[in-house]
């Protein structure tokens, strides 16, 4: 008998739920000032820049809010139905799906 799901993955508490989520942040943290030093020094921007097209990205649904709102369904490139960000391929044709990187 095949064992039950949630013996493979237990529930977690919402505590322990927290505790990873701040670790994922840090280490995303961590992540984006390493890559801003890097185009730094290597490139010579500087933190006007930055601010600069932060603002830039937080206006592009018009408002300036810190927040970007999720990505809309895009069509499948072959068949043009909803695709499902769940899935790599269409659900309707097969077709595997484009990757963005920067969908919310």
Request: charged residues 35%; aromatic residues 2%; without cysteine.
């Given at each position: 008998?095949?064992?039950?799901?949630?013996?493979?993955?237990?529930?977690?508490?919402?505590?322990?739920?927290?505790v990873h989520l701040r670790?994922?942040?840090?280490?995303?943290?961590?992540?984006?000032?390493a890559l801003w030093r890097?185009?730094?020094e290597k490139?010579?921007?500087?933190?006007?820049?930055?601010?600069?097209?932060?603002?830039?990205l937080d206006l592009e649904d018009g408002r300036?809010?810190?927040?970007?709102?999720a990505t809309p369904p895009k069509p499948c490139p072959k068949c043009a139905?909803?695709?499902?960000?769940?899935r790599a391929t269409c659900l309707y044709c097969g077709e595997p799906i484009p990757v963005d990187p920067f969908a919310r």
């Open positions: 008998m095949p064992p039950d799901p949630a013996e493979l993955h237990p529930p977690q508490s919402n505590e322990t739920d927290i670790a994922q942040i840090e280490r995303l943290l961590f992540i984006t000032e890097i185009l730094r490139h010579g921007l500087d933190d006007e820049e930055l601010v600069k097209q932060i603002t830039l300036l809010d810190r927040r970007k709102p139905r909803t695709l499902s960000r769940e």
